[in-house]
């Protein structure tokens, strides 16, 4: 004998509802249980200023944080993030409108991917390129004419506080246009949203000397260390949420926010007041409207006995007359010289 089980019509009704109604929560869940992707990074020579290049590859694509400073290591980086995955490069992040963060663009666009960054970043980075070039080629004598990088325009550029970008496996990328200006007039963050660290360019670089030149505006270096110190300052509340956030800058070491913050802020506030003194015990620097040499080299020294630890101290002797420069000019008119 055969038994028959009768479902009754108002169970399985149920049981239909019930899925309906957990498939939201189990949507969800998923989402937020996206576990994070792979932060890489590629460092340069001396030759390339020791810059970091990051790269996020969330098992799906990957996305570039900056491009190094010349094309061939532009293309060293891209053949390192191959031999480390399969996932393609889609973006591309510039993070503040200095050379190696953008004279890699056109390798990079001719794989196809698209660069990102602020409207305020985009609009100095012409700018910037032609001061740069004409150093590089007329002064420096580094290139030769028609030698260097050529500027690719960012395709994708945003206005306002931030945009989230969406990644192939739903993790999700913030970049931040920050309020004050940092080691260029304009500087974008870009935020793992899935931990919080934070990609800052040269922002901030831990125990490495910074780049002192500032940003360059209408044809001159225009350093604004009062303003970078607060926009270091706008760090901690990016990551936050996140206790165990580290930053990551564009040379130095990776550590966390905590550490990073103060420590770049008490540097930034060590270097201005350094060079103040030295501009004002100097008899000779207000009588020029170059940066002077003697006042310079005064500076680097003192930052040297006060920052024992700090590596890369060429970056700061490459870059310090802008900071001396714009110092003489404040002190002196200040003084009414």
Known sequence: MTSTTHHSPSRARRARRAAQLMAPCIAAMLATTTSAGTLGVFTSPEAGFDTHTFYYDDGREVVVFDTQFVPQLTEAMVNKIRS??????????????????FNGLPVLHAL??????????????????????????NVAKAFKAGTY???????????????????????????????HPGVAAHQVVARIDAT?????????????????????????????????????GELPALASGHADAKVYGGRGEFVPVSVAVPAQQAYLRDTLSIARTAVRASGSACNTSQASPATMEVVEQKLIEAYPQYKLPYVMHYSVYGLVGHVQKTVCAASGQ
Not at 89 to 101: A, E, G, W, Y
Not at 120 to 137: I, L, R, S, T
Not at 201 to 221: C, M, T
Request: charged share 20%; glycine share 8%.
């Open 112 to 137: 196809g991917a698209t660069s990102i960054t602020s409207s305020d970043v985009a609009a100095d980075m012409p700018g910037v390129h032609a001061y740069k070039q004409n150093f590089f080629v």
């Open 196 to 232: 919080g660290d934070l990609i800052v360019g040269d922002l901030l670089q831990h125990n490495a000397h910074a780049w002192l030149e500032g940003g360059i505006v209408n044809g001159k270096p225009a350093p604004d260390l009062d303003g970078w110190v607060s926009a270091v």
């Open 149 to 179: 990088p050529k500027l690719d325009a960012v395709k994708q550029t945003f206005s306002g506080p931030s945009i989230t970008l969406k990644l192939a496996s739903g993790e999700t990328i913030t970049l931040f246009a920050l309020k």
């Open 84 to 101: 480390e995955t399969r996932s393609p490069i889609t973006k591309v992040v510039v993070t503040h409108p200095n050379p190696d963060k």
